[in-house]
């Protein structure tokens, strides 16, 4: 390989992993925490037992997170809905059973 072409090859990638490293990390990569600040936000309540497949907001150490239910109307994982309305959905609980 000539010198010039590996010099400019060797330059690129390390400049690029070097403004790989340097971006911050985002509070919105983490869905924990955005779930949480939703729910403070808006008055938000977890409500277990009435999420739709891969529509829940996370679970009770059932899997990682948002998104990842694998069956409807799962007892571990939640939504966040209004609070006080949990009570007023068939099959909805205050918490993972």
């Known amino acids: ?3 010039t072409v590996l010099a400019a090859s060797t330059l690129t990638a390390a400049l690029g992993l070097a403004l790989a490293l340097s971006t ?3 509070a919105a990569d983490d869905p924990v925490k955005t779930n949480t ?3 403070m936000k808006n ?3 977890k409500c277990y037992g009435i999420n739709a497949v891969a529509k829940n907001d996370c679970a009770a150490g059932v899997h990682s997170c948002a998104g ?3 069956a409807a109307r799962d007892p571990k994982s939640f939504v966040l809905i209004p609070a006080g309305d949990c009570a ?6 205050m918490a993972p059973m």
């Open 1 to 3: 390989m000539n010198r």
């Open 24 to 26: 911050p990390a985002r």
């Open 37 to 39: 600040d939703r729910a």
């Open 43 to 45: 008055h938000l309540e």
């Open 68 to 70: 990842q239910a694998t």
């Open 88 to 93: 007023k959905i068939a099959g909805g609980t």
